[in-house]
C-alpha cells in the first residue's frame, strides 16, 4: 500500500508559478513511478506526465516546457513545477503511483485545486 497526500495548490495569477507537492508513505515507495494528472472543471481527468523511480520524467504534451516533474526519494516527496501559468492550466491536480510493470495507477492522492486567474 502507498498512501499519497498533495499539497500546494492555491490562487495564482497568469503567467505565475506554482510548486505542487505529492508526499508518498509506504513500503518502497521509492520503487514506484510517480504520475501527475489533472482534471479541469468539465473535463476528463488529463494524464500529465509520470517519473521513474530513478527520476527520468516524461511529459505527454510538451506545454511549452512550463511543466516539471521531479522527485525526492530520500524524502518520498513528488514535485510538479509550474511556470507560466495560463488560465487553462486551472484543474484539480493529483498524484497517482504504479509499480513500473502495470499500467494501471492503483494509489491516488486526494488531489488539490490549482486555479489561475487572468
Known amino acids: 500500500q502507498v498512501q499519497l497526500v498533495v499539497s500546494g495548490g492555491g490562487l495564482v495569477q497568469a503567467g505565475g508559478s506554482l510548486r505542487v507537492s505529492c508526499a508518498a508513505s509506504g513500503r518502497t515507495v521509492s520503487s514506484y513511478v510517480m504520475g501527475w494528472f489533472r482534471q479541469a472543471p468539465g473535463k476528463e481527468r488529463d494524464f500529465l506526465g509520470h517519473?521513474?523511480?530513478?527520476?527520468?520524467?516524461y511529459y505527454t504534451d510538451s506545454r511549452e516546457g512550463r511543466f516539471t516533474i521531479s522527485r525526492d526519494n530520500a524524502n518520498n516527496m513528488v514535485y510538479l513545477q509550474m511556470n507560466r501559468l495560463k488560465p487553462e492550466d486551472t484543474a484539480i491536480y493529483y498524484c497517482?503511483?504504479?509499480?513500473?510493470?502495470?499500467?494501471?495507477?492503483?494509489?491516488w492522492g486526494q488531489g488539490t485545486q490549482v486555479t489561475v486567474s487572468s
Open positions: 517519473i521513474t523511480w530513478s527520476g527520468s520524467p
Open positions: 497517482a503511483a504504479r509499480l513500473g510493470g502495470d499500467s494501471e495507477y492503483r494509489f
